[in-house]
């Protein structure tokens, strides 16, 4: 258990909908990352958040975002969803989000897009 | 656009072989970072590796970062089916964000 937790674990939708995935990173660390995995694309870095405020942006599309609450906890918001939106979410938090702070996973949120 | 390329893509081999599994870019990284991923599970870390030329070994896997920091290596002694899974590398190149590999795809059958 690396201590970040992830809602929900499975969710299914149709195209056209939104959902929020949620965050609870480990107790203490103020960096919450979030990547998208699907079996073409690999492990693709969508967004990282510092203590409430965004401080890198990797390949995350328009119709995505995300945010952190002032307890850290963080939402990915992906709307007008479409069948290859289909894929896992993870969202990993370090303590500092410098470099070579370990990044720790959570389990992820399976997302399937009918 | 840095890229992590690692190779090989899939790896299936006998329990008790040895496997090297290879990380590489053109880009140099301040630290390097090494996860294995099971089905439906996140990322784990294994290792981290900050120095070029440093070598860390965790029970019968040895990892590398090169001495230019822009490769690295990953070699497991006597594969065991309990290492099946999917390796991956994250680089660092001092900024806020973490690179990835596609990753390696373990298989070792008992």
């Known amino acids: 258990d690396s201590g970040v937790t992830q809602t929900p674990k499975h969710l299914i939708t149709a195209t056209g909908q939104r959902v929020t995935l949620r965050c609870s990173p480990r107790?203490?660390?103020?960096?919450v990352y979030w990547y998208q995995q699907s079996l073409d694309q690999g492990l693709q870095f969508l967004i990282q958040y510092y203590n409430g405020e965004e401080r890198a942006k990797g390949n995350i599309l328009e119709r995505f975002s995300a945010q952190q609450f002032p307890d850290l906890h963080s939402e990915l918001n992906l709307s007008s969803l479409e069948l290859g939106d289909s894929a896992l979410y993870f969202c990993?938090?370090?303590?500092?989000?410098?470099?070579?702070?370990?990044?720790?996973f959570g389990e992820g949120s399976w997302l399937t897009v009918v | 656009t840095q890229l992590l390329e690692q190779s090989p893509q899939f790896l299936s081999i006998q329990e008790g072989e040895n496997l090297t599994v290879y990380c590489n870019s053109s880009?140099?990284?301040?630290?390097l970072q090494w996860y294995r991923q099971e089905p439906g599970e996140g990322p784990v870390l294994l290792v981290t590796v900050v120095t070029g030329g440093e070598v860390k070994k965790l029970k019968r896997l040895t990892f590398q970062f090169g001495d230019a920091r822009k490769d690295s290596s990953l070699h497991i002694t006597a594969a065991q089916p309990g290492d099946t899974g999917l390796y991956l590398c994250?680089?660092?190149?001092?900024?806020?964000?973490?690179?990835f590999g596609a990753g390696t795809r373990l298989f070792v059958k008992a």
């Open positions: 994250a680089g660092n190149t001092g900024g806020f964000k973490t690179i």
């Open positions: 990993a938090s370090s303590p500092r989000g410098q470099t070579g702070n370990t990044i720790y």
């Open positions: 880009s140099v990284f301040s630290s």
């Open positions: 107790s203490g660390d103020l960096s």
